[in-house]
């Protein structure tokens, strides 16, 4: 079946330091990749996705690569700010179903 | 373009209340999908509309039912809302099936029931 396994967090980091959150999954077929993300009070924004394996996604300084090999998708990013303070959700979707899979999320805070 | 809308942003229900929530999208996508939210259990999906008239269970149906009323909405009813299904609710659109197809979001329905 198809599921998806993220870090637990919940995550805090200091302004400027380096984030990677974990994401592994197991698929039927040949998935898409994406990372979301929640502010509070807010529904998911897409952050970033790939649609094949070796592919990277990127957008506001996030980067995650689709490892077919090693079977995950994981998030990081340079030098996080405040404004990064969210939560992160790693999901695939097959070409074999209808649906989405979520992980559970990571909740990250960055301290000044 | 307003995106995904859903109404109403908070409600508070008695047991044994029923309500429907509402969803509307205004960008000529094809499916919609309905998901609660509850802490730990990331997203998980109620029901999902792959295109006009069509509806489909997800991994947690019972106790909803749902109407897609035409291309741009699609509403969830709680025919007599239980203390479980106090959640955040969000409504999701995508343009079609493919796998490359990301979902897009409304802002989500507090609901608590007492």
């Known amino acids: 079946g198809n599921s998806v396994t993220q870090m637990e967090g919940p995550v805090t980091l200091s302004e400027e330091a380096f984030l990677t959150i974990n994401c592994t999954y197991t698929?039927?077929?040949?998935?898409?990749l994406f990372w979301y993300v929640q502010y509070p009070g807010e529904g998911l924004q897409l952050l970033l996705k790939?649609?094949?394996?070796?592919d990277k996604g990127s957008n506001k300084g996030f980067e995650a690569t689709y490892r077919k090999e090693t079977t995950s998708f994981h998030l990081e990013k340079g030098s996080v700010q405040v404004s990064d303070s969210a939560v992160y959700f790693c999901?695939?979707?097959?070409?074999?179903?209808?649906?989405?899979?979520f992980g559970t999320g990571t909740s990250l805070t960055v301290i000044p | 373009n307003a995106g995904v809308t859903q109404t109403p942003k908070f409600q508070v229900l008695k047991t044994g209340q029923s309500m429907t929530l509402q969803c509307a999208q205004d960008?000529?996508?094809?499916?919609m999908y309905w998901y609660r939210q509850d802490p730990g259990m990331g997203l998980r999906l109620i029901y999902y509309?792959?295109?006009?008239?069509?509806?489909d269970k997800g991994e947690v149906p019972n106790g909803y039912n749902v109407s897609r009323l035409n291309k741009r909405e699609f509403s969830l009813r709680l025919e007599s809302a239980a203390p479980s299904q106090t959640s955040v609710y969000f409504c999701?659109?995508?343009?079609?099936?493919?796998?490359?197809?990301?979902?897009?979001f409304g802002p989500g329905t507090r609901l608590t029931v007492l």
């Open positions: 999701a659109s995508s343009l079609g099936l493919a796998e490359y197809n990301e979902q897009f």
């Open positions: 698929a039927t077929g040949y998935p898409s």
């Open positions: 790939a649609t094949k394996a070796d």
């Open positions: 999901a695939l979707r097959s070409n074999t179903g209808n649906q989405f899979y």
């Open positions: 960008m000529n996508h094809n499916s």
């Open positions: 509309s792959a295109s006009e008239g069509t509806t």
